[in-house]
């Protein structure tokens, strides 16, 4: 073989493999966003460095509540009736709020409308940056140095995407927990919306977990979705979760709402009952099989689009009409990663995931009586 046919061999192969990496794929996999980067190799990740927790399980009103100390070492206690051990000191907020969610009576609310909300603030796709999510909620007057809610009645929405790329997820899920307790007991209100990437944990496609949480869930003896199981706290608050909500004429979703979904009039409540009954803790193959499911689930739904800023076809036209139909002045979404808070289409549609997962930057949405600003870092 002479060195020309072997370089067109080579072109071949190539473009062989170029096709099947474009078309061999799901449309959920086809993900316009840089691939987590690691900081270390896989199993090499080094165990000296983790602490991890707490991971609560409940069966009935027993609790058992694990984590990784300093030492490495996986510490277990257990929780029953109202003792409620030294838990604040060891995590620092009481007990009192899991066992006060876990009791809860009242059903999953799904229509989630809000109304004469004077002030918020709001932040997309944190992705375990701990750090920063915390700087930015500091800066802007939400939470105090001791990571206390100070925003009185106003209103904090997280627009999806907390889970995957990062390495501090369990310390933000924990802090928007707490936060949400608190929240509720000033007279405010936290919304954490479900993006793509907590879908995909809860529905174990664990591709973009960094690998400190296959350690984690090693030395709990267990895979990561199962810490976040149903029969968990955090997994079961995380199932009680919207991904629409409406606050006043603004729209707040994870990624945005095609002219698809209001082609089949679907609605805020619907959508939010569809995610938590039907597509959660469910295969592709159950939610693929019924049209709504299957349009909510993929690239034209809630979670995955992202018309608004990669089709050449969607216009200011067309989200009039999705306006309309909801009776709104702004989508506010997250998940097509920007460098800044960006707005489109007039400001009707506001896009703020402002690229925290980068781990050096990020700015938040501020809305006050009806004026939008955007807060930053420092
Ligand atoms: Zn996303």
């Known amino acids: 073989m002479n060195w020309k046919s072997r370089s067109n061999n080579w072109i071949a192969f190539i473009i062989i493999i170029t096709f099947l990496g ?3 794929c799901d ?8 691939p987590p980067s690691h900081k270390y190799a896989p199993g090499l990740y080094p165990d000296s460095t983790i602490t991890d927790g707490p991971f609560i399980s409940v069966i009935g009103s027993n609790y058992t509540v694990r984590w990784i100390d300093k030492n490495r070492s996986v510490i277990e206690k257990s929780i029953s009736g109202n003792e409620m051990g030294d838990f604040e000191a060891d995590f620092g907020f009481p007990f009192e709020f899991i066992k006060t969610f876990h009791d809860r009576s009242e059903s999953n609310d799904y229509i989630q409308e809000f109304s004469n909300v004077e002030k918020l603030v709001a932040l997309s796709d944190i992705h375990g940056q701990y750090e920063i999510f915390v700087s930015l909620l500091k800066n802007n007057s939400v939470i105090d140095e001791d990571n206390n809610w100070i925003f009185g009645s106003g209103h904090l929405v997280i627009c999806g995407d907390v889970f995957d790329r990062g390495n501090r997820v369990t310390e933000i899920l924990w802090l928007i927990f707490k936060l949400e307790n608190q929240a509720n007991q000033m007279g405010g209100k936290l919304h954490y919306l479900l993006g793509n990437h907590e879908i995909m944990v ?11 949480y296959e350690t984690t869930a090693r030395k709990m003896g267990t895979t990561y979705d199962q810490l976040y199981s149903k029969n968990t706290i955090i997994g079961e608050w995380l199932r009680t979760k919207p991904v629409i909500i409406k606050i006043n004429d603004i729209l707040f979703n994870h990624a945005g709402i095609s002219p698809e979904f209001i082609d089949r009039r679907l609605t805020i409540q619907l959508a939010n009952r569809m995610f938590q009954e039907n597509i959660i803790d469910k295969s592709s193959a159950v939610y693929d099989a019924d049209p709504i499911t299957e349009l909510l689930a993929h690239s034209n739904g809630p979670i995955w689009y992202r018309g608004y800023f990669q089709d050449d076809n969607f216009n200011e036209n067309k989200l009039d009409e999705i306006l309309e139909y909801f009776n709104a002045e702004h989508i506010i979404v997250g998940h097509t990663t920007m460098d800044d808070i960006v707005y489109y289409f007039n400001n009707k549609v506001i896009a703020i995931d402002s690229g925290i997962k980068y781990g050096d930057q990020g700015n938040v949405l501020l809305y006050n009586n009806g004026v939008f600003s955007i807060g930053t870092i420092d």
């Open 22 to 24: 474009i078309y061999g």
């Open 27 to 34: 449309k959920q996999e086809i993900e316009i966003v840089s």
């Open 202 to 212: 809860l529905n174990k496609d664990l591709r973009y977990i960094d690998y400190k």
